[in-house]
């Protein structure tokens, strides 16, 4: 029977995948199945029962099977070398263990599914995540919390809504997450700058910024950043909260890769003003699966009103299924085991990423030294064309991201970042060492002189 069963299951793979069989096309019966592979009926409904379950068929009562929308999500060529994604690995995200909690959150709130959920978001999810929170030292409840679809829709509402100090303006690093540089353009903000090297910031300059340029709030990533890797130290973080209190400055802290610090000692921002001067905002996108679109952001309780009614003004509430999932998924503890696997294996490749920079980087190409995290950063001389190095590194398929765009016109660098997140590990020191080939020709024919080029640490 096995032989018969598995030989029905590949028949009908193979036959949509030849395009045979499409979406919305009849399957034959059960009866003309049976004759044709010389097996039981009960045979053949076991086969069909596997499919359905993949989601590959569905039956009508009544009529019949039919093939789903069914798609195959083409592969990676076997010669990229891909320093571009930022989204997870996705050779270890848990797929199947996720699908079960969907299965469940499907059962469990199947009547909320065709109702709108709280504005909040699930209570009980928010429970979990307060729960979940205190390993990353923030200790709130779960009345603070509000659940957005992923943590770009929490810090464009915080962008656009007004803030108990009253004030407009808005400060972030330099570099910084370029989809929170696109919102503030977009939203026509006046956005102010302050540079951040993997050394740190200019304390004098941030409180210079913050009383005299009416700042609203300080976006800040601080650790695993986004494009330098850089951390701040618990000291630097204590230092910040309080100038910001001096100042009546907000602070929102977008501590996405919070999980992948190897540092237990470093707290966030919101660990030293956990009462209302700091906004964190906590993605899973990076860590688990983007499509999932859910993030948390803890308010205080006096902004979380004017929170809500923006975000309802923008899509009423956020995906019940998704959040009851990732409820289930946090509850049963299998979060907490797939981040032993995706901390291990990032780091690991951080390593590599840094071992080859060293290794083959002309030493006037200056790059960020994270210790952990996506990201590493690159800064050219200022003669390299970036557009065209990235262009010649497509030809060979070596994918690497435009830095310039992280940064205000006016702070522009010569740079590219690399993120670790989707390269093959056994392909890092190959895309490096064709990285260095590159940059070396590319100086070479503009005759360069790397002394004249002016470091950035």
Not at 44 to 73: M, R, W
Not at 268 to 290: D, W
């Amino acid at each position: 029977m096995t032989t018969k069963y598995r030989g029905i299951l590949e028949w009908m793979m193979q036959q949509i995948k030849d395009k045979q069989l499409k979406t919305g096309d009849k399957l034959p019966s059960i009866r003309l199945l049976a004759e044709q592979f010389k097996c039981s009926k009960n045979t053949v409904v076991k086969a069909l029962l596997e499919l359905e379950q993949q989601h590959i068929i569905y039956a009508k009562p009544k009529s019949g099977y039919y093939v789903v929308d069914y798609y195959q999500t083409p592969s990676p060529q076997e010669n990229d070398i891909d320093f571009l994604s930022a989204g997870p690995d996705k050779r270890i995200m848990p797929y199947e263990d996720f699908q079960h909690c969907m299965n469940q959150a499907i059962d469990h709130y199947k009547e909320q599914l065709f109702t709108y959920s709280e504005q909040q978001g699930l209570f009980s999810l928010r429970k979990e995540l307060a729960t979940y929170l205190q390993h990353l030292q923030v200790f709130t409840k779960p009345e603070r919390l509000v659940i957005t679809s992923g943590s770009q829709q929490a810090l464009h509402i915080l962008s656009i809504m007004p803030f108990p100090n009253g004030k407009k303006n808005v400060l972030i690093e330099q570099p910084t997450y370029f989809g929170m540089i696109d919102t503030l353009q977009l939203n026509r903000i006046t956005t102010l700058g302050i540079e951040l090297t993997m050394e740190g910031i200019d304390f004098e300059r941030l409180e210079n910024l913050f009383r005299t340029n009416d700042i609203k709030f300080f976006y800040i990533i601080p650790r695993c950043h986004n494009p330098l890797g850089h951390h701040y130290t618990n000291e630097e973080k204590k230092k910040i909260v309080a100038l910001a209190e001096k100042y009546d400055v907000y602070i929102v802290e977008d501590d996405f890769l919070a999980e992948l610090d190897p540092d237990l000692k470093a707290d966030p921002l919101f660990a030293y003003e956990p009462n209302g001067r700091v906004i964190y905002v906590k993605s899973f996108s990076k860590v688990f699966l983007p499509g999932l679109r859910i993030a948390t952001v803890v308010l205080p309780e006096k902004m979380i009103p004017t929170f809500v009614s923006y975000k309802f003004s923008t899509d009423f509430t956020s995906s019940t299924l998704s959040q009851g999932a990732l409820e289930i998924y946090l509850k049963n503890g299998m979060f907490q085991y797939h981040l032993e696997s995706v901390k291990k294996l990032y780091l690991k490749k951080m390593k590599t990423l840094l071992k080859a920079c060293s290794l083959y980087l002309p030493n006037y190409v200056h790059f960020t030294k994270p210790k952990c995290g996506f990201y590493l950063t690159l800064f050219l001389p200022s003669h390299i064309d970036v557009n065209k190095l990235i262009y010649l590194l497509h030809e060979k398929h070596i994918y690497v991201d435009n830095a310039s765009r992280m940064y205000l016109p006016e702070n522009k660098q010569q740079a590219i970042r690399l993120s670790i997140s989707q390269v093959n590990e056994d392909k890092i020191h190959l895309g490096i060492q064709q990285l260095a080939t590159y940059i070396t020709d590319m100086c070479e024919k503009k005759k360069y002189n790397p002394l004249l080029f002016k470091s950035y640490h």
